[in-house]
């Protein structure tokens, strides 16, 4: 029977958090929820319409029964098992009209800019050639 009951908690003891044996284990990176960024905010304009702003932020993370004139975006990142970000931005409307938002944003997104080097080519262009002229 100790046996038994000695088996049954070291099998139960690898399902806590609290396991010193999983302390050094891998968490994954558990990106949750709804990335609003300052550009899609600046696109946002008072009057908009609840189609145009599931437009620019997406489908909202929460929508709430009894606050059906609110949506909230809610946004987490958990990076080694510790949650690093959590933010949340709401909007809310009247009727279908957006009336206010607020909350907190991502930074605006970084541009992904092409690593190509400054173009050096000795032929000539396009333009350079006149009108009507065939290149060969």
Known sequence: MRTLTLVAVLALSGCTYLNPLN?????????????????????LKIGMTRSQVKFLLGTPMLTDSFHADRWDYKYQMFIGGKKTDDKLFTVYFNGDTLVKFEGEVM???????????????????????PQGAVKS
Not at 23 to 30: L, S, T, V
Not at 107 to 129: D, F, N
């Open 23 to 43: 302390w050094g284990a891998y968490h994954m990176d558990i990106q949750q929820g709804n990335l609003v960024t300052q550009d899609a905010v600046a696109k």
């Open 107 to 129: 930074p605006p997104e970084i541009p992904v800019v092409p690593l190509t080097g400054p173009q050096t080519s000795s032929a000539p262009s396009a333009s350079s050639a």
